[in-house]
């Protein structure tokens, strides 16, 4: 590329700013003002091959060069920005859009909306939404300098005529009434109050154009951000925010963020170990056993687990746990029996929930605390203040014996197993009912912490995922694990949620990565059933497996990690700990 | 199917009644001079304080209906005291009359300067916001008739803003709202379209006022 141009430094082009944002594509515009004579310099776009493709799946060179253009503009790299244009001969603007960012910057709407014809957008309704928002923002310039004649005019005149939003031009004109107005409350969120930085108005006109007039601010730091969500995505052992991210390699998280040793064995309960459940802080453990007592166990800060209290009280065994949503009570539910309510740091039974005749066969908390839910055999579901006083009862085939019950953390839906292989969700507020049909026997289910997803324990040895935000679609399937006479549970865990555990009735713990459904870790440990596992929902490294060998195994990260966190990281070890369980 | 008109005949309507009825529907539009000639050649009574107050009436409608909202404001605020005060919906309407007249004359500056003065303060309050949006929204177009909000110039809304006003002045004067004959009509159309529903449709044809007075 010849020309006397070319021996001028690019810093020479480049001027003291203006009062507002650099407009990108700054020394074209800068040049273009200077003089007629060098007005060569505004190089052919054409020429340079617009087609000319680079790396292997067809990336326009052009947008390239473009894309980085802007990168290097938002950074501030102003020089290296029109360094670029220049060596490459493609500009980043034409210079009717760099003309065009300089007059709203400058507040020139006449001189904008004309630039605004000719460049280059062949939509005519984009055109009208684009003058109608300049127009809109030269009426309230002109209301926040108290013209309000003129603003008048300029909508009479000039906005009315666009037909375009005839709503919006309803509420400019009630802005009239009101020229310094401050108006916020009692209206919609929509309202501007007064007008907004010239340089918004910039973006929102970026936003309309189409990219090829206007590059999408930003668009190389969300590309990269793509690549870099789509790796995280991919990696099947993702469980643990630690590890930088870096541009330079792939990620990608080795098998040790997993936990896959057992780190302790608590061997308390004198029978089979039917459920547990960490709590929602993360800092105790309770499980439940068929030797007809619930424990309460507290994680200490080294993430050793030691008993904290025992529960005794229930006259058959105990089989499920529920804890309250600020962790400071728990209920158990014995085996067509009753419900027990027990404060969790005195270990004291509060109260005894039971109705009549009838059994209770499961218990859950409402998420406000205030009451207690319960599935009884005669197959309805009955609703407890804390006191004992009955609030409601649904009754009608809510609920089959064997069953879990599960409210949605915003109290809206109760979930259940109504028949054998139906699930129903009750929409507290309507009462209208949604269901998940399956083909097989429901075992058990458990719900995802965000309320969307629920994960479906069948006979046939399948675990089945399922959305029920919106329309009830299935989602995923998970194999690996046998189950065949008893009860086992699965649930959701680690980072984000983004593992699914279950026990298995050969004795061994499955792992599998949600989002791609596949099998990562199986733990072998338990000498019996594995009945039920919870993950902590605090400690993304943490397990605890309940079993048929009367024992509840902690599982843990195989090797210590460089960076400790105060929770839950547990030394490494050669043998395995016992926990003595001090009673306290 | 219908109702064999010879069922009419068995009913009996008294004289008295049918005078009560046309005088009800003379006293709500304000026809003094018929009125007084009804009066004549039936022996009804009506007081001279009665024909006063339709005679003020009258002038606040007219005064509305030809577009001096403002006299007509001043009027039943003499006649009424405390009736627009309890009843700012109308008096939101009747400032709105002005605030069109004043577009229609293309006085833009003194609509634009009276509606600051007088519509804004009902800005404060939600409901009138979507009002108040349509009315200013007139200022904003060269030709209003053309404006989406063109109804707000009609005959017909200045006509159902006048209704309002004879309504709330004479219920402020406890004297019925709606004339006996209007009332009756309406009767006539409700238990008909029940009728309707109950006996399925087919039965009976739903009620019309022009075809029944066409029949008769």
Same mark, same amino acid.
């Not at chain 1, 098998?255 to 057992?262: A, G, M, V």
């Given at each position: 590329m010849g020309g006397a141009e070319d021996d001028e430094p690019p810093s020479k082009r480049v001027k003291a700013s203006y009062s507002y944002t650099q407009p990108k594509g700054y020394s074209n515009s800068s040049f273009l003002k200077e003089s007629a004579t060098c007005s060569s310099m505004a190089r052919p776009l054409a020429s340079q091959g617009d087609d000319e493709l680079i790396g292997s799946q067809g990336i326009k060179k052009v947008e390239f060069v473009r894309v980085i253009a802007d990168a290097l503009y938002s950074l501030g790299y102003s020089k290296t920005g029109a360094c670029l244009e220049e060596e490459s001969g493609i500009t980043f603007h034409s210079p009717t859009v760099t003309t065009f960012i300089q007059q709203i910057l400058n507040g020139n709407w006449d001189g904008s909306l004309a630039s605004l014809r000719k460049i280059g957008i062949a939509d005519e309704s984009i055109i009208k939404s684009a003058s109608f928002i300049i127009l809109q923002q030269k009426f309230f310039e002109l209301l926040d300098r108290e013209k309000v004649m003129e603003a008048l005019k300029t909508l009479r005149t000039e906005i009315s005529p666009l037909s375009v939003n005839n709503n919006r031009v309803r509420e400019l004109s009630f802005f009239i009434l009101f020229p310094k107005s401050r108006i916020t409350d009692g209206l919609s969120g929509q309202r501007m109050v007064k007008s907004k930085a010239r340089s918004e108005l910039l973006e929102e006109l970026q936003k309309m154009f189409p990219p090829t007039v206007m590059i999408p601010d930003g668009r190389l730091l969300q590309l990269v951000e793509q690549a870099l969500d789509l790796q995280r995505e991919a990696c099947l052992f993702h469980n643990s925010d630690a590890g930088e991210t870096s541009l330079y390699v792939n990620h990608q998280c080795g098998?040790? +963020?997993?936990?896959? +040793?057992?780190v302790q064995i608590l061997q308390e309960h004198q029978d089979e170990v039917w459920y547990l459940q960490f709590s929602h802080n993360g800092k105790y453990l309770a499980s439940s056993s068929s030797d007809n007592s619930a424990i309460i166990w507290e994680v200490n800060l080294d993430g050793k687990i030691s008993l904290k209290h025992r529960l005794m009280g229930h006259q058959k065994p105990v089989s499920s746990i529920s804890w309250s949503p600020d962790d400071s009570q728990i209920l158990t539910c014995g085996v067509e029996e009753v419900v027990r309510r027990w404060d969790v740091s005195s270990g004291e039974c509060l109260h005894v929930y039971e109705k009549g005749l009838l059994g209770l066969i499961s218990c859950s908390w409402s998420p406000d605390g205030k009451c207690v839910f319960s599935g009884l055999t005669d197959k309805s579901i009955v609703i407890w203040d804390l006191d004992g006083k009955e609030v409601e009862c649904l009754k009608g085939q809510k609920t089959v014996k064997i069953s879990d019950l599960q409210i949605t953390s915003d109290g809206k839906l109760i979930i259940t197993i109504c028949k054998e292989t139906m699930i129903l969700l009750i929409d507290r507020e309507s009462k209208s009912e949604r269901c998940i049909e399956e083909e097989q026997m429901i075992v058990s289910f458990t719900l995802s912490r965000d309320n969307k997803y629920l994960l479906v324990s069948l006979v046939n040895e399948e675990l089945h995922l399922w959305n029920i935000e919106g329309r009830i679609r299935p989602v995923a399937k998970f194999k690996g694990h046998k189950r065949s006479r008893f009860i086992v549970r699965a649930c959701f865990g680690g980072l984000e949620q983004a593992f699914i555990a279950s026990g298995s009735e050969d004795s061994q713990v499955y792992i599998w990565h949600r989002g791609s459904g596949e099998l990562i870790e199986t733990l072998r440990g338990h000498s019996g059933a594995v009945n039920c596992i919870s993950w902590n929902p605090v400690n993304p490294h943490m397990l605890a497996s309940a079993s048929d060998d009367r024992s509840i195994r902690i599982w843990g990260l195989k090797q210590l990690s460089s960076k400790q966190n105060g929770k839950g990281k547990s030394p490494v070890n050669n043998g395995i700990q016992y926990c003595n369980g001090a009673t306290i | 199917m219908d109702i064999d008109p010879k069922q009419y005949e068995q009913i009996k309507i008294n004289d008295k009644d049918s005078h009560n009825i046309i005088l009800s529907y003379l006293i709500h539009g304000c026809y003094k001079e018929t009125l007084e000639s009804l009066v004549t050649s039936t022996g009804l009574k009506v007081t001279n304080a009665q024909l006063e107050d339709m005679e003020k009436r009258k002038r606040i409608l007219h005064s509305a209906l030809e577009g001096n909202a403002l006299d007509a404001i001043h009027l039943t605020e003499q006649m009424s005291p405390d009736l627009l005060e309890n009843n700012k919906d109308l008096l939101f309407d009747l400032l709105s009359l002005h605030f069109v007249e004043l577009i229609c004359s293309k006085k833009q500056t003194e609509a634009l300067n009276f509606g600051q003065a007088k519509l804004a303060p009902f800005g404060k309050v939600q409901k009138y916001v979507g009002k108040l949006e349509d009315f200013m929204g007139l200022l904003a177009y060269v030709e209003p008739e053309k404006s989406p909000m063109f109804h707000l110039l009609s005959l017909e809304y200045r006509q159902h803003v006048v209704d309002n006003l004879n309504r709330a002045i004479l219920a402020h004067a406890y004297m019925p709202s709606f004339s006996k004959l209007e009332r009756i009509i309406q009767q006539a159309t409700v238990v008909r379209q029940c009728l309707s529903e109950e006996l399925g449709k087919d039965v009976l044809s739903p009620f019309s006022l022009k075809d029944f007075l066409k029949r008769s």
């Open positions: 098998r040790d +963020q997993i936990p896959s +040793q057992t | -």
